[in-house]
C-alpha cells in the first residue's frame, strides 16, 4: 500500500506541476527531484529510506508523462 501511495502522490504532483507550468519535462523532473529529496530526509533520520519508494516514485511521474502526452502531445 505505500507505494501505491508514493506512486500516486507522484502522479498528482506531477499533473499539479504541468497545469501549474505547462511544461511536462519540467514538472517530472521537479516532482522526481521531490520525491528523491523526501527519501534523502528518510536516509538522515526522518523516516525509513527504501529503494521501492524510489521506484514508486518513478513509475508515479512515468506514469503522469505518459498520460498528459496523451492528453496534450
Do not use: Q, R, S
Not at 502522490?9 to 516532482?31: G, R, Y
Request: aromatic fraction near 18%.
Amino acid at each position: 500500500m505505500d507505494k501505491l501511495l508514493h506512486a500516486l502522490a507522484c502522479f498528482l504532483t506531477t499533473i499539479f506541476l504541468f497545469l501549474l507550468f505547462n511544461d511536462i519535462l519540467l514538472a517530472a523532473k521537479v516532482t522526481f527531484l521531490i520525491g528523491l529529496v523526501k527519501e534523502l530526509f528518510d536516509l538522515i533520520g526522518y523516516g525509513t529510506p527504501e529503494w521501492g519508494d524510489i521506484l514508486a516514485n518513478t513509475g508515479g511521474v512515468l506514469l503522469a508523462w505518459f498520460f498528459l502526452f496523451l492528453l496534450f502531445g
